[in-house]
T-cell receptor
Framework: DSGVTQTPKHLITATGQRVTLRCSPR?????VYWYQQSLDQGLQFLIH???????AKGNILERFSAQQFPDLHSELNLSSLELGDSALYFC?????????????FGQGTRLTVV | QQQVKQSPQSLIVQKGGISIINCAYE??????FPWYQQFPGKGPALLIA?????SEKKEGRFTISFNKSAKQFSLHIMDSQPGDSATYFC???????????FGTGTSLTVIP
């Protein structure tokens, strides 16, 4: 168990809908990273938050947004969902912004858009 | 474009054999190169990592070899075991951070 909790584990929704994925980082970790894992694109970095502030954006669509709350949990919001958004979404946390501190991944949320 | 290229896509090795997975990168700004192991239904877990100031790092049966001039690095799994059967991802990041560019993954099967 990595100590990173993601909910829900599975989500099935229809095209055009909006969903929210939740991530609770390891106790004390200030950094949260979101990744998308799909069959055609592999594992791709979406966005990084550190202590409530956005630090970096990767290949994140404009229909997607994220935030990190004062208690350090993070939510990834996906809207106007398309079939191609079906993927595994992982959250990872680390204690600092970088400096090669290990990033611990959660078990992921499997999103299926039908 | 794929910033980290990984091969092979799949690998079958006999128990006790050596598994070798290769990765290549182009961006010389990368300064942190981890390998992640992922079992079905689980998230990736850090296996071993290296910085470009060393050419080799060994942890138990797992070794990373790093060739800075060729911009290549590889994972060697010695005495491969059935429990090593998983998908392995190489990755790279800048500024020693955790915003990774991942390879496409290698599915390793170790046959008893």
């Amino acid at each position: 168990d990595s100590g990173v909790t993601q909910t829900p584990k599975h989500l099935i929704t229809a095209t055009g809908q909006r969903v929210t994925l939740r991530c609770s980082p390891r106790s004390g970790d200030l950094s949260v990273y979101w990744y998308q894992q799909s069959l055609d694109q592999g594992l791709q970095f979406l966005i990084h938050y550190y202590n409530g502030e956005e630090r970096a954006k990767g290949n994140i669509l404009e229909r997607f947004s994220a935030q990190q709350f004062p208690d350090l949990h993070s939510e990834l919001n996906l809207s106007s969902l398309e079939l191609g958004d079906s993927a595994l979404y992982f959250c990872a946390s680390s204690s600092r912004q970088g400096a090669s501190t290990e990033a611990f991944f959660g078990q992921g949320t499997r999103l299926t858009v039908v | 474009q794929q910033q980290v290229k990984q091969s092979p896509q799949s690998l079958i090795v006999q128990k006790g054999g050596i598994s070798i997975i290769n990765c290549a990168y182009e961006n010389t700004a990368f300064d942190y190169f981890p390998w992640y192991q992922q079992f079905p239904g689980k998230g990736p877990a850090l296996l071993i990592a290296i910085r470009p100031d060393v050419s080799e790092k060994k942890e138990g049966r797992f070794t990373i070899s790093f060739n800075k001039s060729a911009k290549q690095f590889s994972l060697h799994i010695m005495d491969s075991q059935p429990g090593d059967s998983a998908t392995y991802f190489c990755a790279a990041s800048k500024n020693l951070g955790n915003q990774f560019y991942f390879g496409t993954g290698t599915s390793l099967t170790v046959i008893p």
